[in-house]
C-alpha cells in the first residue's frame, strides 16, 4: 500500500483546469448521470432564454417540439432555449481534522481540494460566479464571496491551500460544529437560485445542520460530495495496530472480526444516514473516494453531455 499525499500545493490545484471538462452541474445530463431523473431529483438550474425556433433534427427532446408551429409550417419544429449565466455557485470545502486521514492514493483533505478546484474551474468556465465557505480548525471559517472569472477561483484556491497545510496529525481533535457553522454562514450568503455544493465527510451532522439545509434547499439547489477512505469502511486484518485520531493512541488487535464488524457499520451507518436525509430533500450524494483520481470520478458520475459538439 502506497503512503496517502497528505498536503496539496497551488500549483497542483491549477493545473487541474486543464481536467475541469466532460462534466457539468447543470440540469440537463446524460441518462447515466447522477443528476438525472432516474438517480436523484434534477437540479433546477439557472433559468431558460428563448434563443431559436428551428425544425426537429434527429435526437431532438420532442418535449422541445413546438406544436403550433409544426402545425402552421408543416413540419416539425423544436424550440430552443438556453441557460441564463451568471449563476452564483457556492462551495463548502471542508478541511477539519477528521478529513486528515487517508489510506491509498490522497487524504479525504486533499480528495476535498482538487474536487472544490475542478468544480470551480468548470462553473467559472462556463460563466457562472463562484464563492466558496472554507473552514477548517486551524484555519477557523472564511467566507469568499462568489466572483466572475479566473481570479475569483484563484483566490479560493489560494484559501483551501492555506486551510490543508495547517492540518497535522499532532493538530487535535476535529470539531464538529464547525460543519453547522459553515451551514450557517451558507443560509446567510445565499439567497435564491444559487447552487450549494458541500464537499466533506460530514462528519459531526446533527439535527441542526438538517434544519441549515433544509432552509438552503427552500430557495436554492444542493449537492454533496460526500468523501470517504476505503480503511472506513472496512478495516484490514492485520493484527495488532496502533490508532490515532490525531491527539489520542489505541492499541488495537485488528483481527478480532467483532471489532471490524462494528467499524464497518459505524461507517455504513454514516453513509447510509446521508443517503436517507438527501433522498428527503431530493439533494444529490456525489461519492468521492481517496483511491481514484478525483477527475475520473467527475466524469463517471456527473457524465458528459449527450452531444460532443454542445459539451464545453
Given at each position: 500500500m502506497t503512503e496517502a499525499r497528505a498536503y496539496v500545493t497551488l500549483d497542483e490545484l491549477l493545473h487541474l483546469r486543464h481536467r475541469a471538462k466532460g462534466f457539468s452541474f447543470l440540469p440537463r445530463q446524460p441518462v447515466h448521470s447522477l443528476l438525472t431523473g432516474r438517480h436523484a431529483s434534477r437540479l433546477r438550474g439557472r433559468g431558460l432564454d428563448f434563443e431559436e425556433?428551428?425544425?426537429?433534427?434527429?435526437?431532438?427532446?420532442?418535449?422541445?417540439?413546438?406544436?403550433?408551429?409544426?402545425?402552421?409550417?408543416?413540419?416539425?419544429?423544436?424550440?430552443?432555449?438556453?441557460?441564463?449565466?451568471d449563476r452564483n455557485v457556492l462551495l463548502l470545502v471542508d478541511q477539519r481534522q477528521s478529513m486528515f486521514f487517508g489510506s491509498q492514493l490522497a487524504m479525504k483533505s486533499v480528495v476535498a481540494a482538487e474536487a472544490a478546484a475542478l468544480s470551480a474551474f468548470r462553473v467559472a468556465s462556463l460563466g457562472d460566479r463562484v464563492g466558496a465557505i472554507v473552514f477548517s480548525e486551524a484555519g477557523g471559517v472564511v467566507e469568499i464571496k462568489p466572483e466572475a472569472r479566473d481570479a475569483g477561483v484563484r483566490r479560493i484556491l489560494g484559501e483551501i491551500v492555506r486551510h490543508n497545510r495547517?492540518?497535522?496529525?499532532?493538530?487535535?481533535?476535529?470539531d464538529p460544529a464547525l460543519l453547522n457553522e459553515a451551514l450557517r454562514r451558507a443560509v446567510r450568503l445565499a439567497h435564491h437560485d444559487w447552487l450549494i455544493v458541500l464537499i466533506s465527510d460530514i462528519a459531526g451532522a446533527d439535527a441542526e445542520s438538517v434544519k441549515h439545509v433544509t432552509r438552503l434547499t427552500g430557495h436554492n439547489d444542493a449537492l454533496s460530495v460526500f468523501i470517504s477512505d476505503p480503511l472506513e469502511a472496512e478495516l484490514p486484518d492485520i493484527g495488532n495496530a496502533v490508532l490515532t485520531d490525531g491527539s489520542r493512541q489505541i492499541e488495537a488487535d485488528l483481527s478480532a472480526g467483532v471489532l471490524r464488524r462494528q467499524f464497518s457499520a459505524g461507517f455504513a451507518e454514516r453513509r447510509a444516514s446521508a443517503a436517507r436525509f438527501s433522498l428527503q430533500r431530493a439533494i444529490p450524494v456525489l461519492p468521492l473516494v481517496t483511491g481514484r483520481d478525483v477527475s475520473d470520478q467527475f466524469r463517471e458520475q456527473l457524465g458528459r453531455r449527450l452531444s460532443r459538439r454542445r459539451a464545453a
Open positions: 425556433l428551428r425544425h426537429y433534427a434527429e435526437g431532438d427532446d420532442t418535449r422541445a417540439m413546438d406544436w403550433a408551429a409544426t402545425a402552421r409550417l408543416g413540419t416539425p419544429h423544436v424550440r430552443v432555449y438556453g441557460e441564463e449565466r495547517l492540518l497535522s496529525a499532532t493538530a487535535g481533535e476535529s
